[in-house]
């Protein structure tokens, strides 16, 4: 379908300018690799060897070729710092930040799907009220400070999970993922929110349409209309929001993880960072961005699939 394969070459193009401007931003800042790794053992020679051993006596161009060619190999390069490959490091990590994501999106659907329903059911009342100033307190919360708070209360007051201290899956699957929960939860809140506000809308937008109206005139009770017609109708708006809540609770991990210890890709990234760790850093941003025009891309084709009218309206054909 033309649809689909415009969206793909729409993220080719995406994925090969975030790589071009990232190898070339951090080799240009992040300076002589070679006098890095090798430190006080730095010589004339051995530096000249190294150089010539890591490619950097080649053209930046030329270096940027060689390394997106090793990068679509699976070839990430060498850290500097752990001297091990970076797919290595990465694969090491990724477990706690799959985890630490699903769990969060978990919460959000579970939570905010059923209180927007619910809000939107009851629209004026009371519940709907005081889910509304929630909301807005949880949206105007970052989820750092909401982390810090947690693992004050949670973690130092109550001890309810040892702050600092994470646990594996060798340990327990239980204890592995209650310690993932309050990290998970400072996430997940103001998606949580931010979902239930849109839920709420879409949902009384559609139900101003005629066909509800016609529906109520032939005395069908409001609930069935909303739970057979109205929800099956805000899938598109929803199920895109939530492909992109997907794609930020990867980004939000990277300063929850370091709150919490959490030992993941987003601590990696923020280690690497601090270290001029240019290789994992590179790789690392080359691969959340994937993430992200990924979700956007799968959103995109789950909306489309639902309502085919998107795929028209946008100029594709089948």
Not at 71 to 84: A, I, N, V
Not at 216 to 222: A, C, H, I, L, V
Request: aromatic fraction near 10%; charge should be positive; include cysteine.
């Amino acid at each position: 379908m033309r649809y689909t394969a415009k969206k793909i070459g729409m993220l080719l193009l995406t994925m090969l300018l975030v790589s071009v401007f990232t190898f070339f931003a951090f080799s240009l800042l992040s300076g002589d690799a070679a006098e890095r790794m090798l430190g006080t053992q730095a010589t004339p020679e051995r530096l000249e060897a190294l150089r010539v051993q890591l490619g950097l006596n080649l053209p930046l161009p030329q270096r940027y070729l060689n390394w997106l060619g090793a990068f679509l190999r699976g070839d990430m390069g060498l850290s500097y710092q752990y001297k091990l490959p970076v797919s290595t490091l990465i694969v090491q990590r990724l477990g706690p930040t799959l985890s630490l994501t699903a769990m969060a999106f978990l919460l959000i659907v579970l939570v905010s799907v059923p209180v927007g329903v619910t809000t939107a059911k009851y629209a004026g009342g009371r519940l709907d009220r005081i889910v509304t100033v929630f909301n807005q307190l949880l949206m105007s919360v970052p989820p750092l400070f909401t982390g810090i708070l947690f693992t004050y209360v949670f973690g130092l007051l109550l001890r309810l999970f040892v702050t600092g201290a994470f646990p594996t899956w060798r340990d327990g699957i239980g204890q592995y993922l209650g310690y993932l929960f309050f990290p998970a939860l400072s996430i997940a809140l103001p998606r949580i929110a931010m979902t239930v506000r849109l839920l709420r809308g879409c949902i009384l937008e559609e139900a101003q349409r005629d066909y509800v109206r016609t529906s109520m005139s032939r005395g069908r009770s409001r609930g069935d209309i909303l739970y057979r017609h109205v929800l099956k109708n805000t899938l598109v708006p929803l199920i895109t929001f939530l492909a992109l809540t997907v794609a930020d609770l990867v980004a939000g991990s990277v300063i929850i993880e370091q709150v919490f210890s959490v030992p993941g890709v987003g601590r990696l990234l923020l280690s690497s960072i601090s270290n001029r760790d240019t290789p994992v850093v590179q790789a690392l941003v080359v691969i959340l961005a994937f993430w992200v025009v990924v979700c956007n891309l799968a959103g995109d084709l789950i909306s489309r699939r639902i309502d085919p009218r998107l795929g028209h309206g946008a100029g594709g054909q089948t």
